[in-house]
């Protein structure tokens, strides 16, 4: 409906300003005459009518041809060469006008030389072609511009909604392989704990397929789903680890991207250390959210014999990703290696 009505006023627009040119030739000046042309011989009328259509097709050649078809599409040369050529061709055909008249009629005296016929005719007749050729380019490439950007952010966020509906596609391959690994591990323990970790599981593919289908979810229950996560992860490591966990959110209307934090932790879990004394073993996770921005501290110790942090990399590599397509300008990301601490910095500043 806005497009309709745009065109509509554009069209107004060309209607109005054309008409006002018409109604000023033909009416406005009724006393006026030039170089012998005059209202009396009508030669003035006729002088004005080529005079105006010529502009007319300057104008027009520039707004319906040249500038939508070379100029914007960066194609310089054949914009000026498309641009001399009619140029050329239309102040040929009103100067041959201008002079066929002035001779047939004896306007000028038969002597005048072709400096006077140029100064008196052609001279004038360039200057206002001139003006209505960049008049017509003037009021194309504006909308023209617009167009084409309005069409590459279009574009540009197909492509982002396409690599971000594929990445996110990645995650529950990604998740459900981690957590199917976890909770086959678990059996060998605990089969009844095994069980009901297994049905804590369910929920969190629940959340993934059912939830979290949309661009934006409630930060608190993203924050739920990470703690049920880490839930499982203490049921399944048990007394063999030590965790610190502070997930807080005052809130309760942010919102952030789905499943966006969640690979950090799982790979806090994943590479864990495995030393005898579980003191060593420690798991940190610091979320919180105070003002529009929201801070992530995740450290997790990991065995440097093994060094097995690269292993399993599609996360990382998949929310970082993310981040940049979601949150451009907007986040700072640094994972750091200290020895056999392995650290994820995560802040996201909302708007």
């Not at 380019?137 to 511009?145: K, N, T």
């Not at 996110?168 to 323990?189: D, V």
Request: hydrophobic share 45%.
């Amino acid at each position: 409906m806005m497009k309709k009505t745009f065109k509509s006023w554009i069209f107004i627009a060309h209607f109005t300003f054309w008409g006002a040119h018409w109604s000023l030739a033909f009416l406005g000046f009724k006393n006026l005459s030039w170089n012998g042309f005059s209202i009396e011989n009508n030669l003035l009328y006729i002088a004005f009518a080529y005079g105006i259509l010529s502009n007319m097709l300057l104008f027009y050649w520039q707004y319906f041809f040249t500038v939508p078809c070379f100029f914007i599409k960066n194609k310089i040369s054949k914009f000026l060469l498309s641009t001399i050529l009619f140029f050329v061709l239309i102040s040929s055909a009103e100067g041959y006008l201008n002079y066929y008249y002035t001779i047939t009629n004896n306007v000028l005296d038969e002597g005048f030389t072709f400096f006077e016929f140029f100064i008196i005719w052609l001279f004038p007749d360039f200057v206002f072609n001139v003006f209505y050729t960049f008049l017509g380019f003037l009021f194309r490439f504006p909308l023209e511009y617009f167009k084409s950007e309005k069409i590459k952010q279009e574009l540009l966020k197909e492509t982002h909604n396409s690599e971000l509906k594929y990445l996110k596609a990645q995650l529950n391959p990604h998740f459900l392989f981690n957590g199917i690994n976890s909770i086959y591990h678990l059996i060998e323990k605990n089969s009844a704990l095994a069980k009901n970790t297994l049905l804590q599981f369910s929920n969190l593919l629940r959340y993934q397929l059912y939830e979290s289908g949309t661009q934006k979810i409630a930060l608190n229950k993203e924050l739920g789903y990470i703690l049920q996560y880490i839930e499982i992860e203490k049921i399944r490591k048990g007394d063999d680890i030590i965790l610190v966990c502070d997930i807080a959110n005052k809130n309760e209307k942010q919102q952030i991207a789905p499943l966006l934090l969640i690979p950090f932790i799982e790979n806090a879990f994943k590479h864990l250390s495995d030393d005898d004394n579980p003191s060593k073993n420690r798991v940190t996770i610091f979320i919180k959210e105070i003002d529009k921005v929201l801070t992530c501290k995740i450290e997790n110790t990991f065995d440097l014999q093994e060094n097995n942090q690269n292993v399993g990399g599609i996360g990382l590599k998949n929310v970082q990703r993310r981040l940049a397509l979601l949150y451009p300008d907007r986040h700072s990301l640094n994972i750091i290696q200290k020895g056999n601490v392995y650290q994820v910095f995560l802040k996201i500043y909302f708007k």
